[in-house]
């Protein structure tokens, strides 16, 4: 699925004063695109991802999908808070989206078996959310995300409270579940070196209000891994993107305004 995001815009208003929190934002995802969305905090990240989502109409400008404005196609979206539903078991976390859509039990389960199984987590299946670790409910989210096909995963900083280590896995996890079905992506992080491992090609957004300062293509073959982040290529793209980005971290530093 191939999407487009045209002069899009949005204005916050509480009556007496109005927050530009996007300016003029246009840009393509295409299809099976992993797409990765850099800026500094409280640059509009979320906010644009939103309005790709359909949670959030813009104050102006429009996004397509294919070509064809409409109220777009089956989107899954991944937030920083995994977001699992505490009252259900794993598996009904996983199959929440499946019963939405009338899957019938019997084959909601054995979907959503096979992606806990991707996510090392089938023998937690009919455990608890709180019995598990916050990586381990990440992991349900993902597996939430993707068992239901969607032709657009939306992901707003998905690993952000995770450790280290934990984040590099499931970053690792997220790469091989893309690989196999070639959704198309889009990723919001201010992490540099998550930008340049996951990603095809990084948007970087100025500080509030967002705008597009440069779309930069990562020419650096996959697999990647950790590994990577010592080559050449990998620092030379790194300080690239620093060089682009600093000024703009500089100013939303300096800012005192509302995160969105």
């Known amino acids: 699925m191939r999407l487009e995001c045209r002069n899009l815009n949005k204005i916050f208003s509480d009556g007496e004063k109005e927050t530009r929190v996007i300016s003029d ?18 640059c509009g990240k979320s906010t644009l991802l939103r309005i790709i989502a359909g949670l959030m109409p813009p104050t102006s400008g429009e996004v397509t999908y294919s070509g064809e404005k409409n109220s777009g196609p089956l989107n899954s979206m991944v937030f920083q808070e995994y977001g699992v539903f505490p009252w259900m078991n ?23 078996l096979a992606y806990l199984k991707k996510m090392g987590l089938a023998q937690y299946a009919y455990r608890n959310p709180h019995e598990l670790s916050v990586g381990m409910r990440q992991r349900i989210a993902l597996a939430r ?89 990998f620092i030379e793209l790194r300080m690239k993107i620093w060089n682009i980005i600093r000024t703009e971290v500089e100013k939303s530093m300096s800012l005192d305004h509302d995160a969105f």
């Not at 840009?27 to 099976?32: D, L």
């Open 145 to 233: 995300a993707f068992v239901n096909h969607p032709s657009i995963l939306l992901m707003d900083e998905p690993f952000g409270s995770l450790d280290a280590q934990t984040r590099l896995i499931l970053q690792d996890e997220l790469l091989k579940i893309w690989k196999e079905q070639q959704k198309t992506v889009i990723f919001v992080t201010h992490d540099i070196d998550e930008a340049i491992l996951l990603g095809d090609r990084v948007l970087v957004l100025t500080s509030v209000p967002g705008r597009i300062k440069d779309v930069l293509t990562v020419d650096i073959p996959r697999p990647r891994n950790l590994q990577m982040e010592s080559s050449k290529e």
């Open 25 to 42: 934002i246009t840009f393509e995802a295409r299809e099976g695109e992993f797409l990765c969305i850099l800026g500094p905090s409280g």
């Open 90 to 112: 794993v598996i009904d976390n996983v199959a929440f989206g499946l019963e939405m859509r009338g899957v019938s039990r019997e084959e909601r389960y054995h979907r959503s």
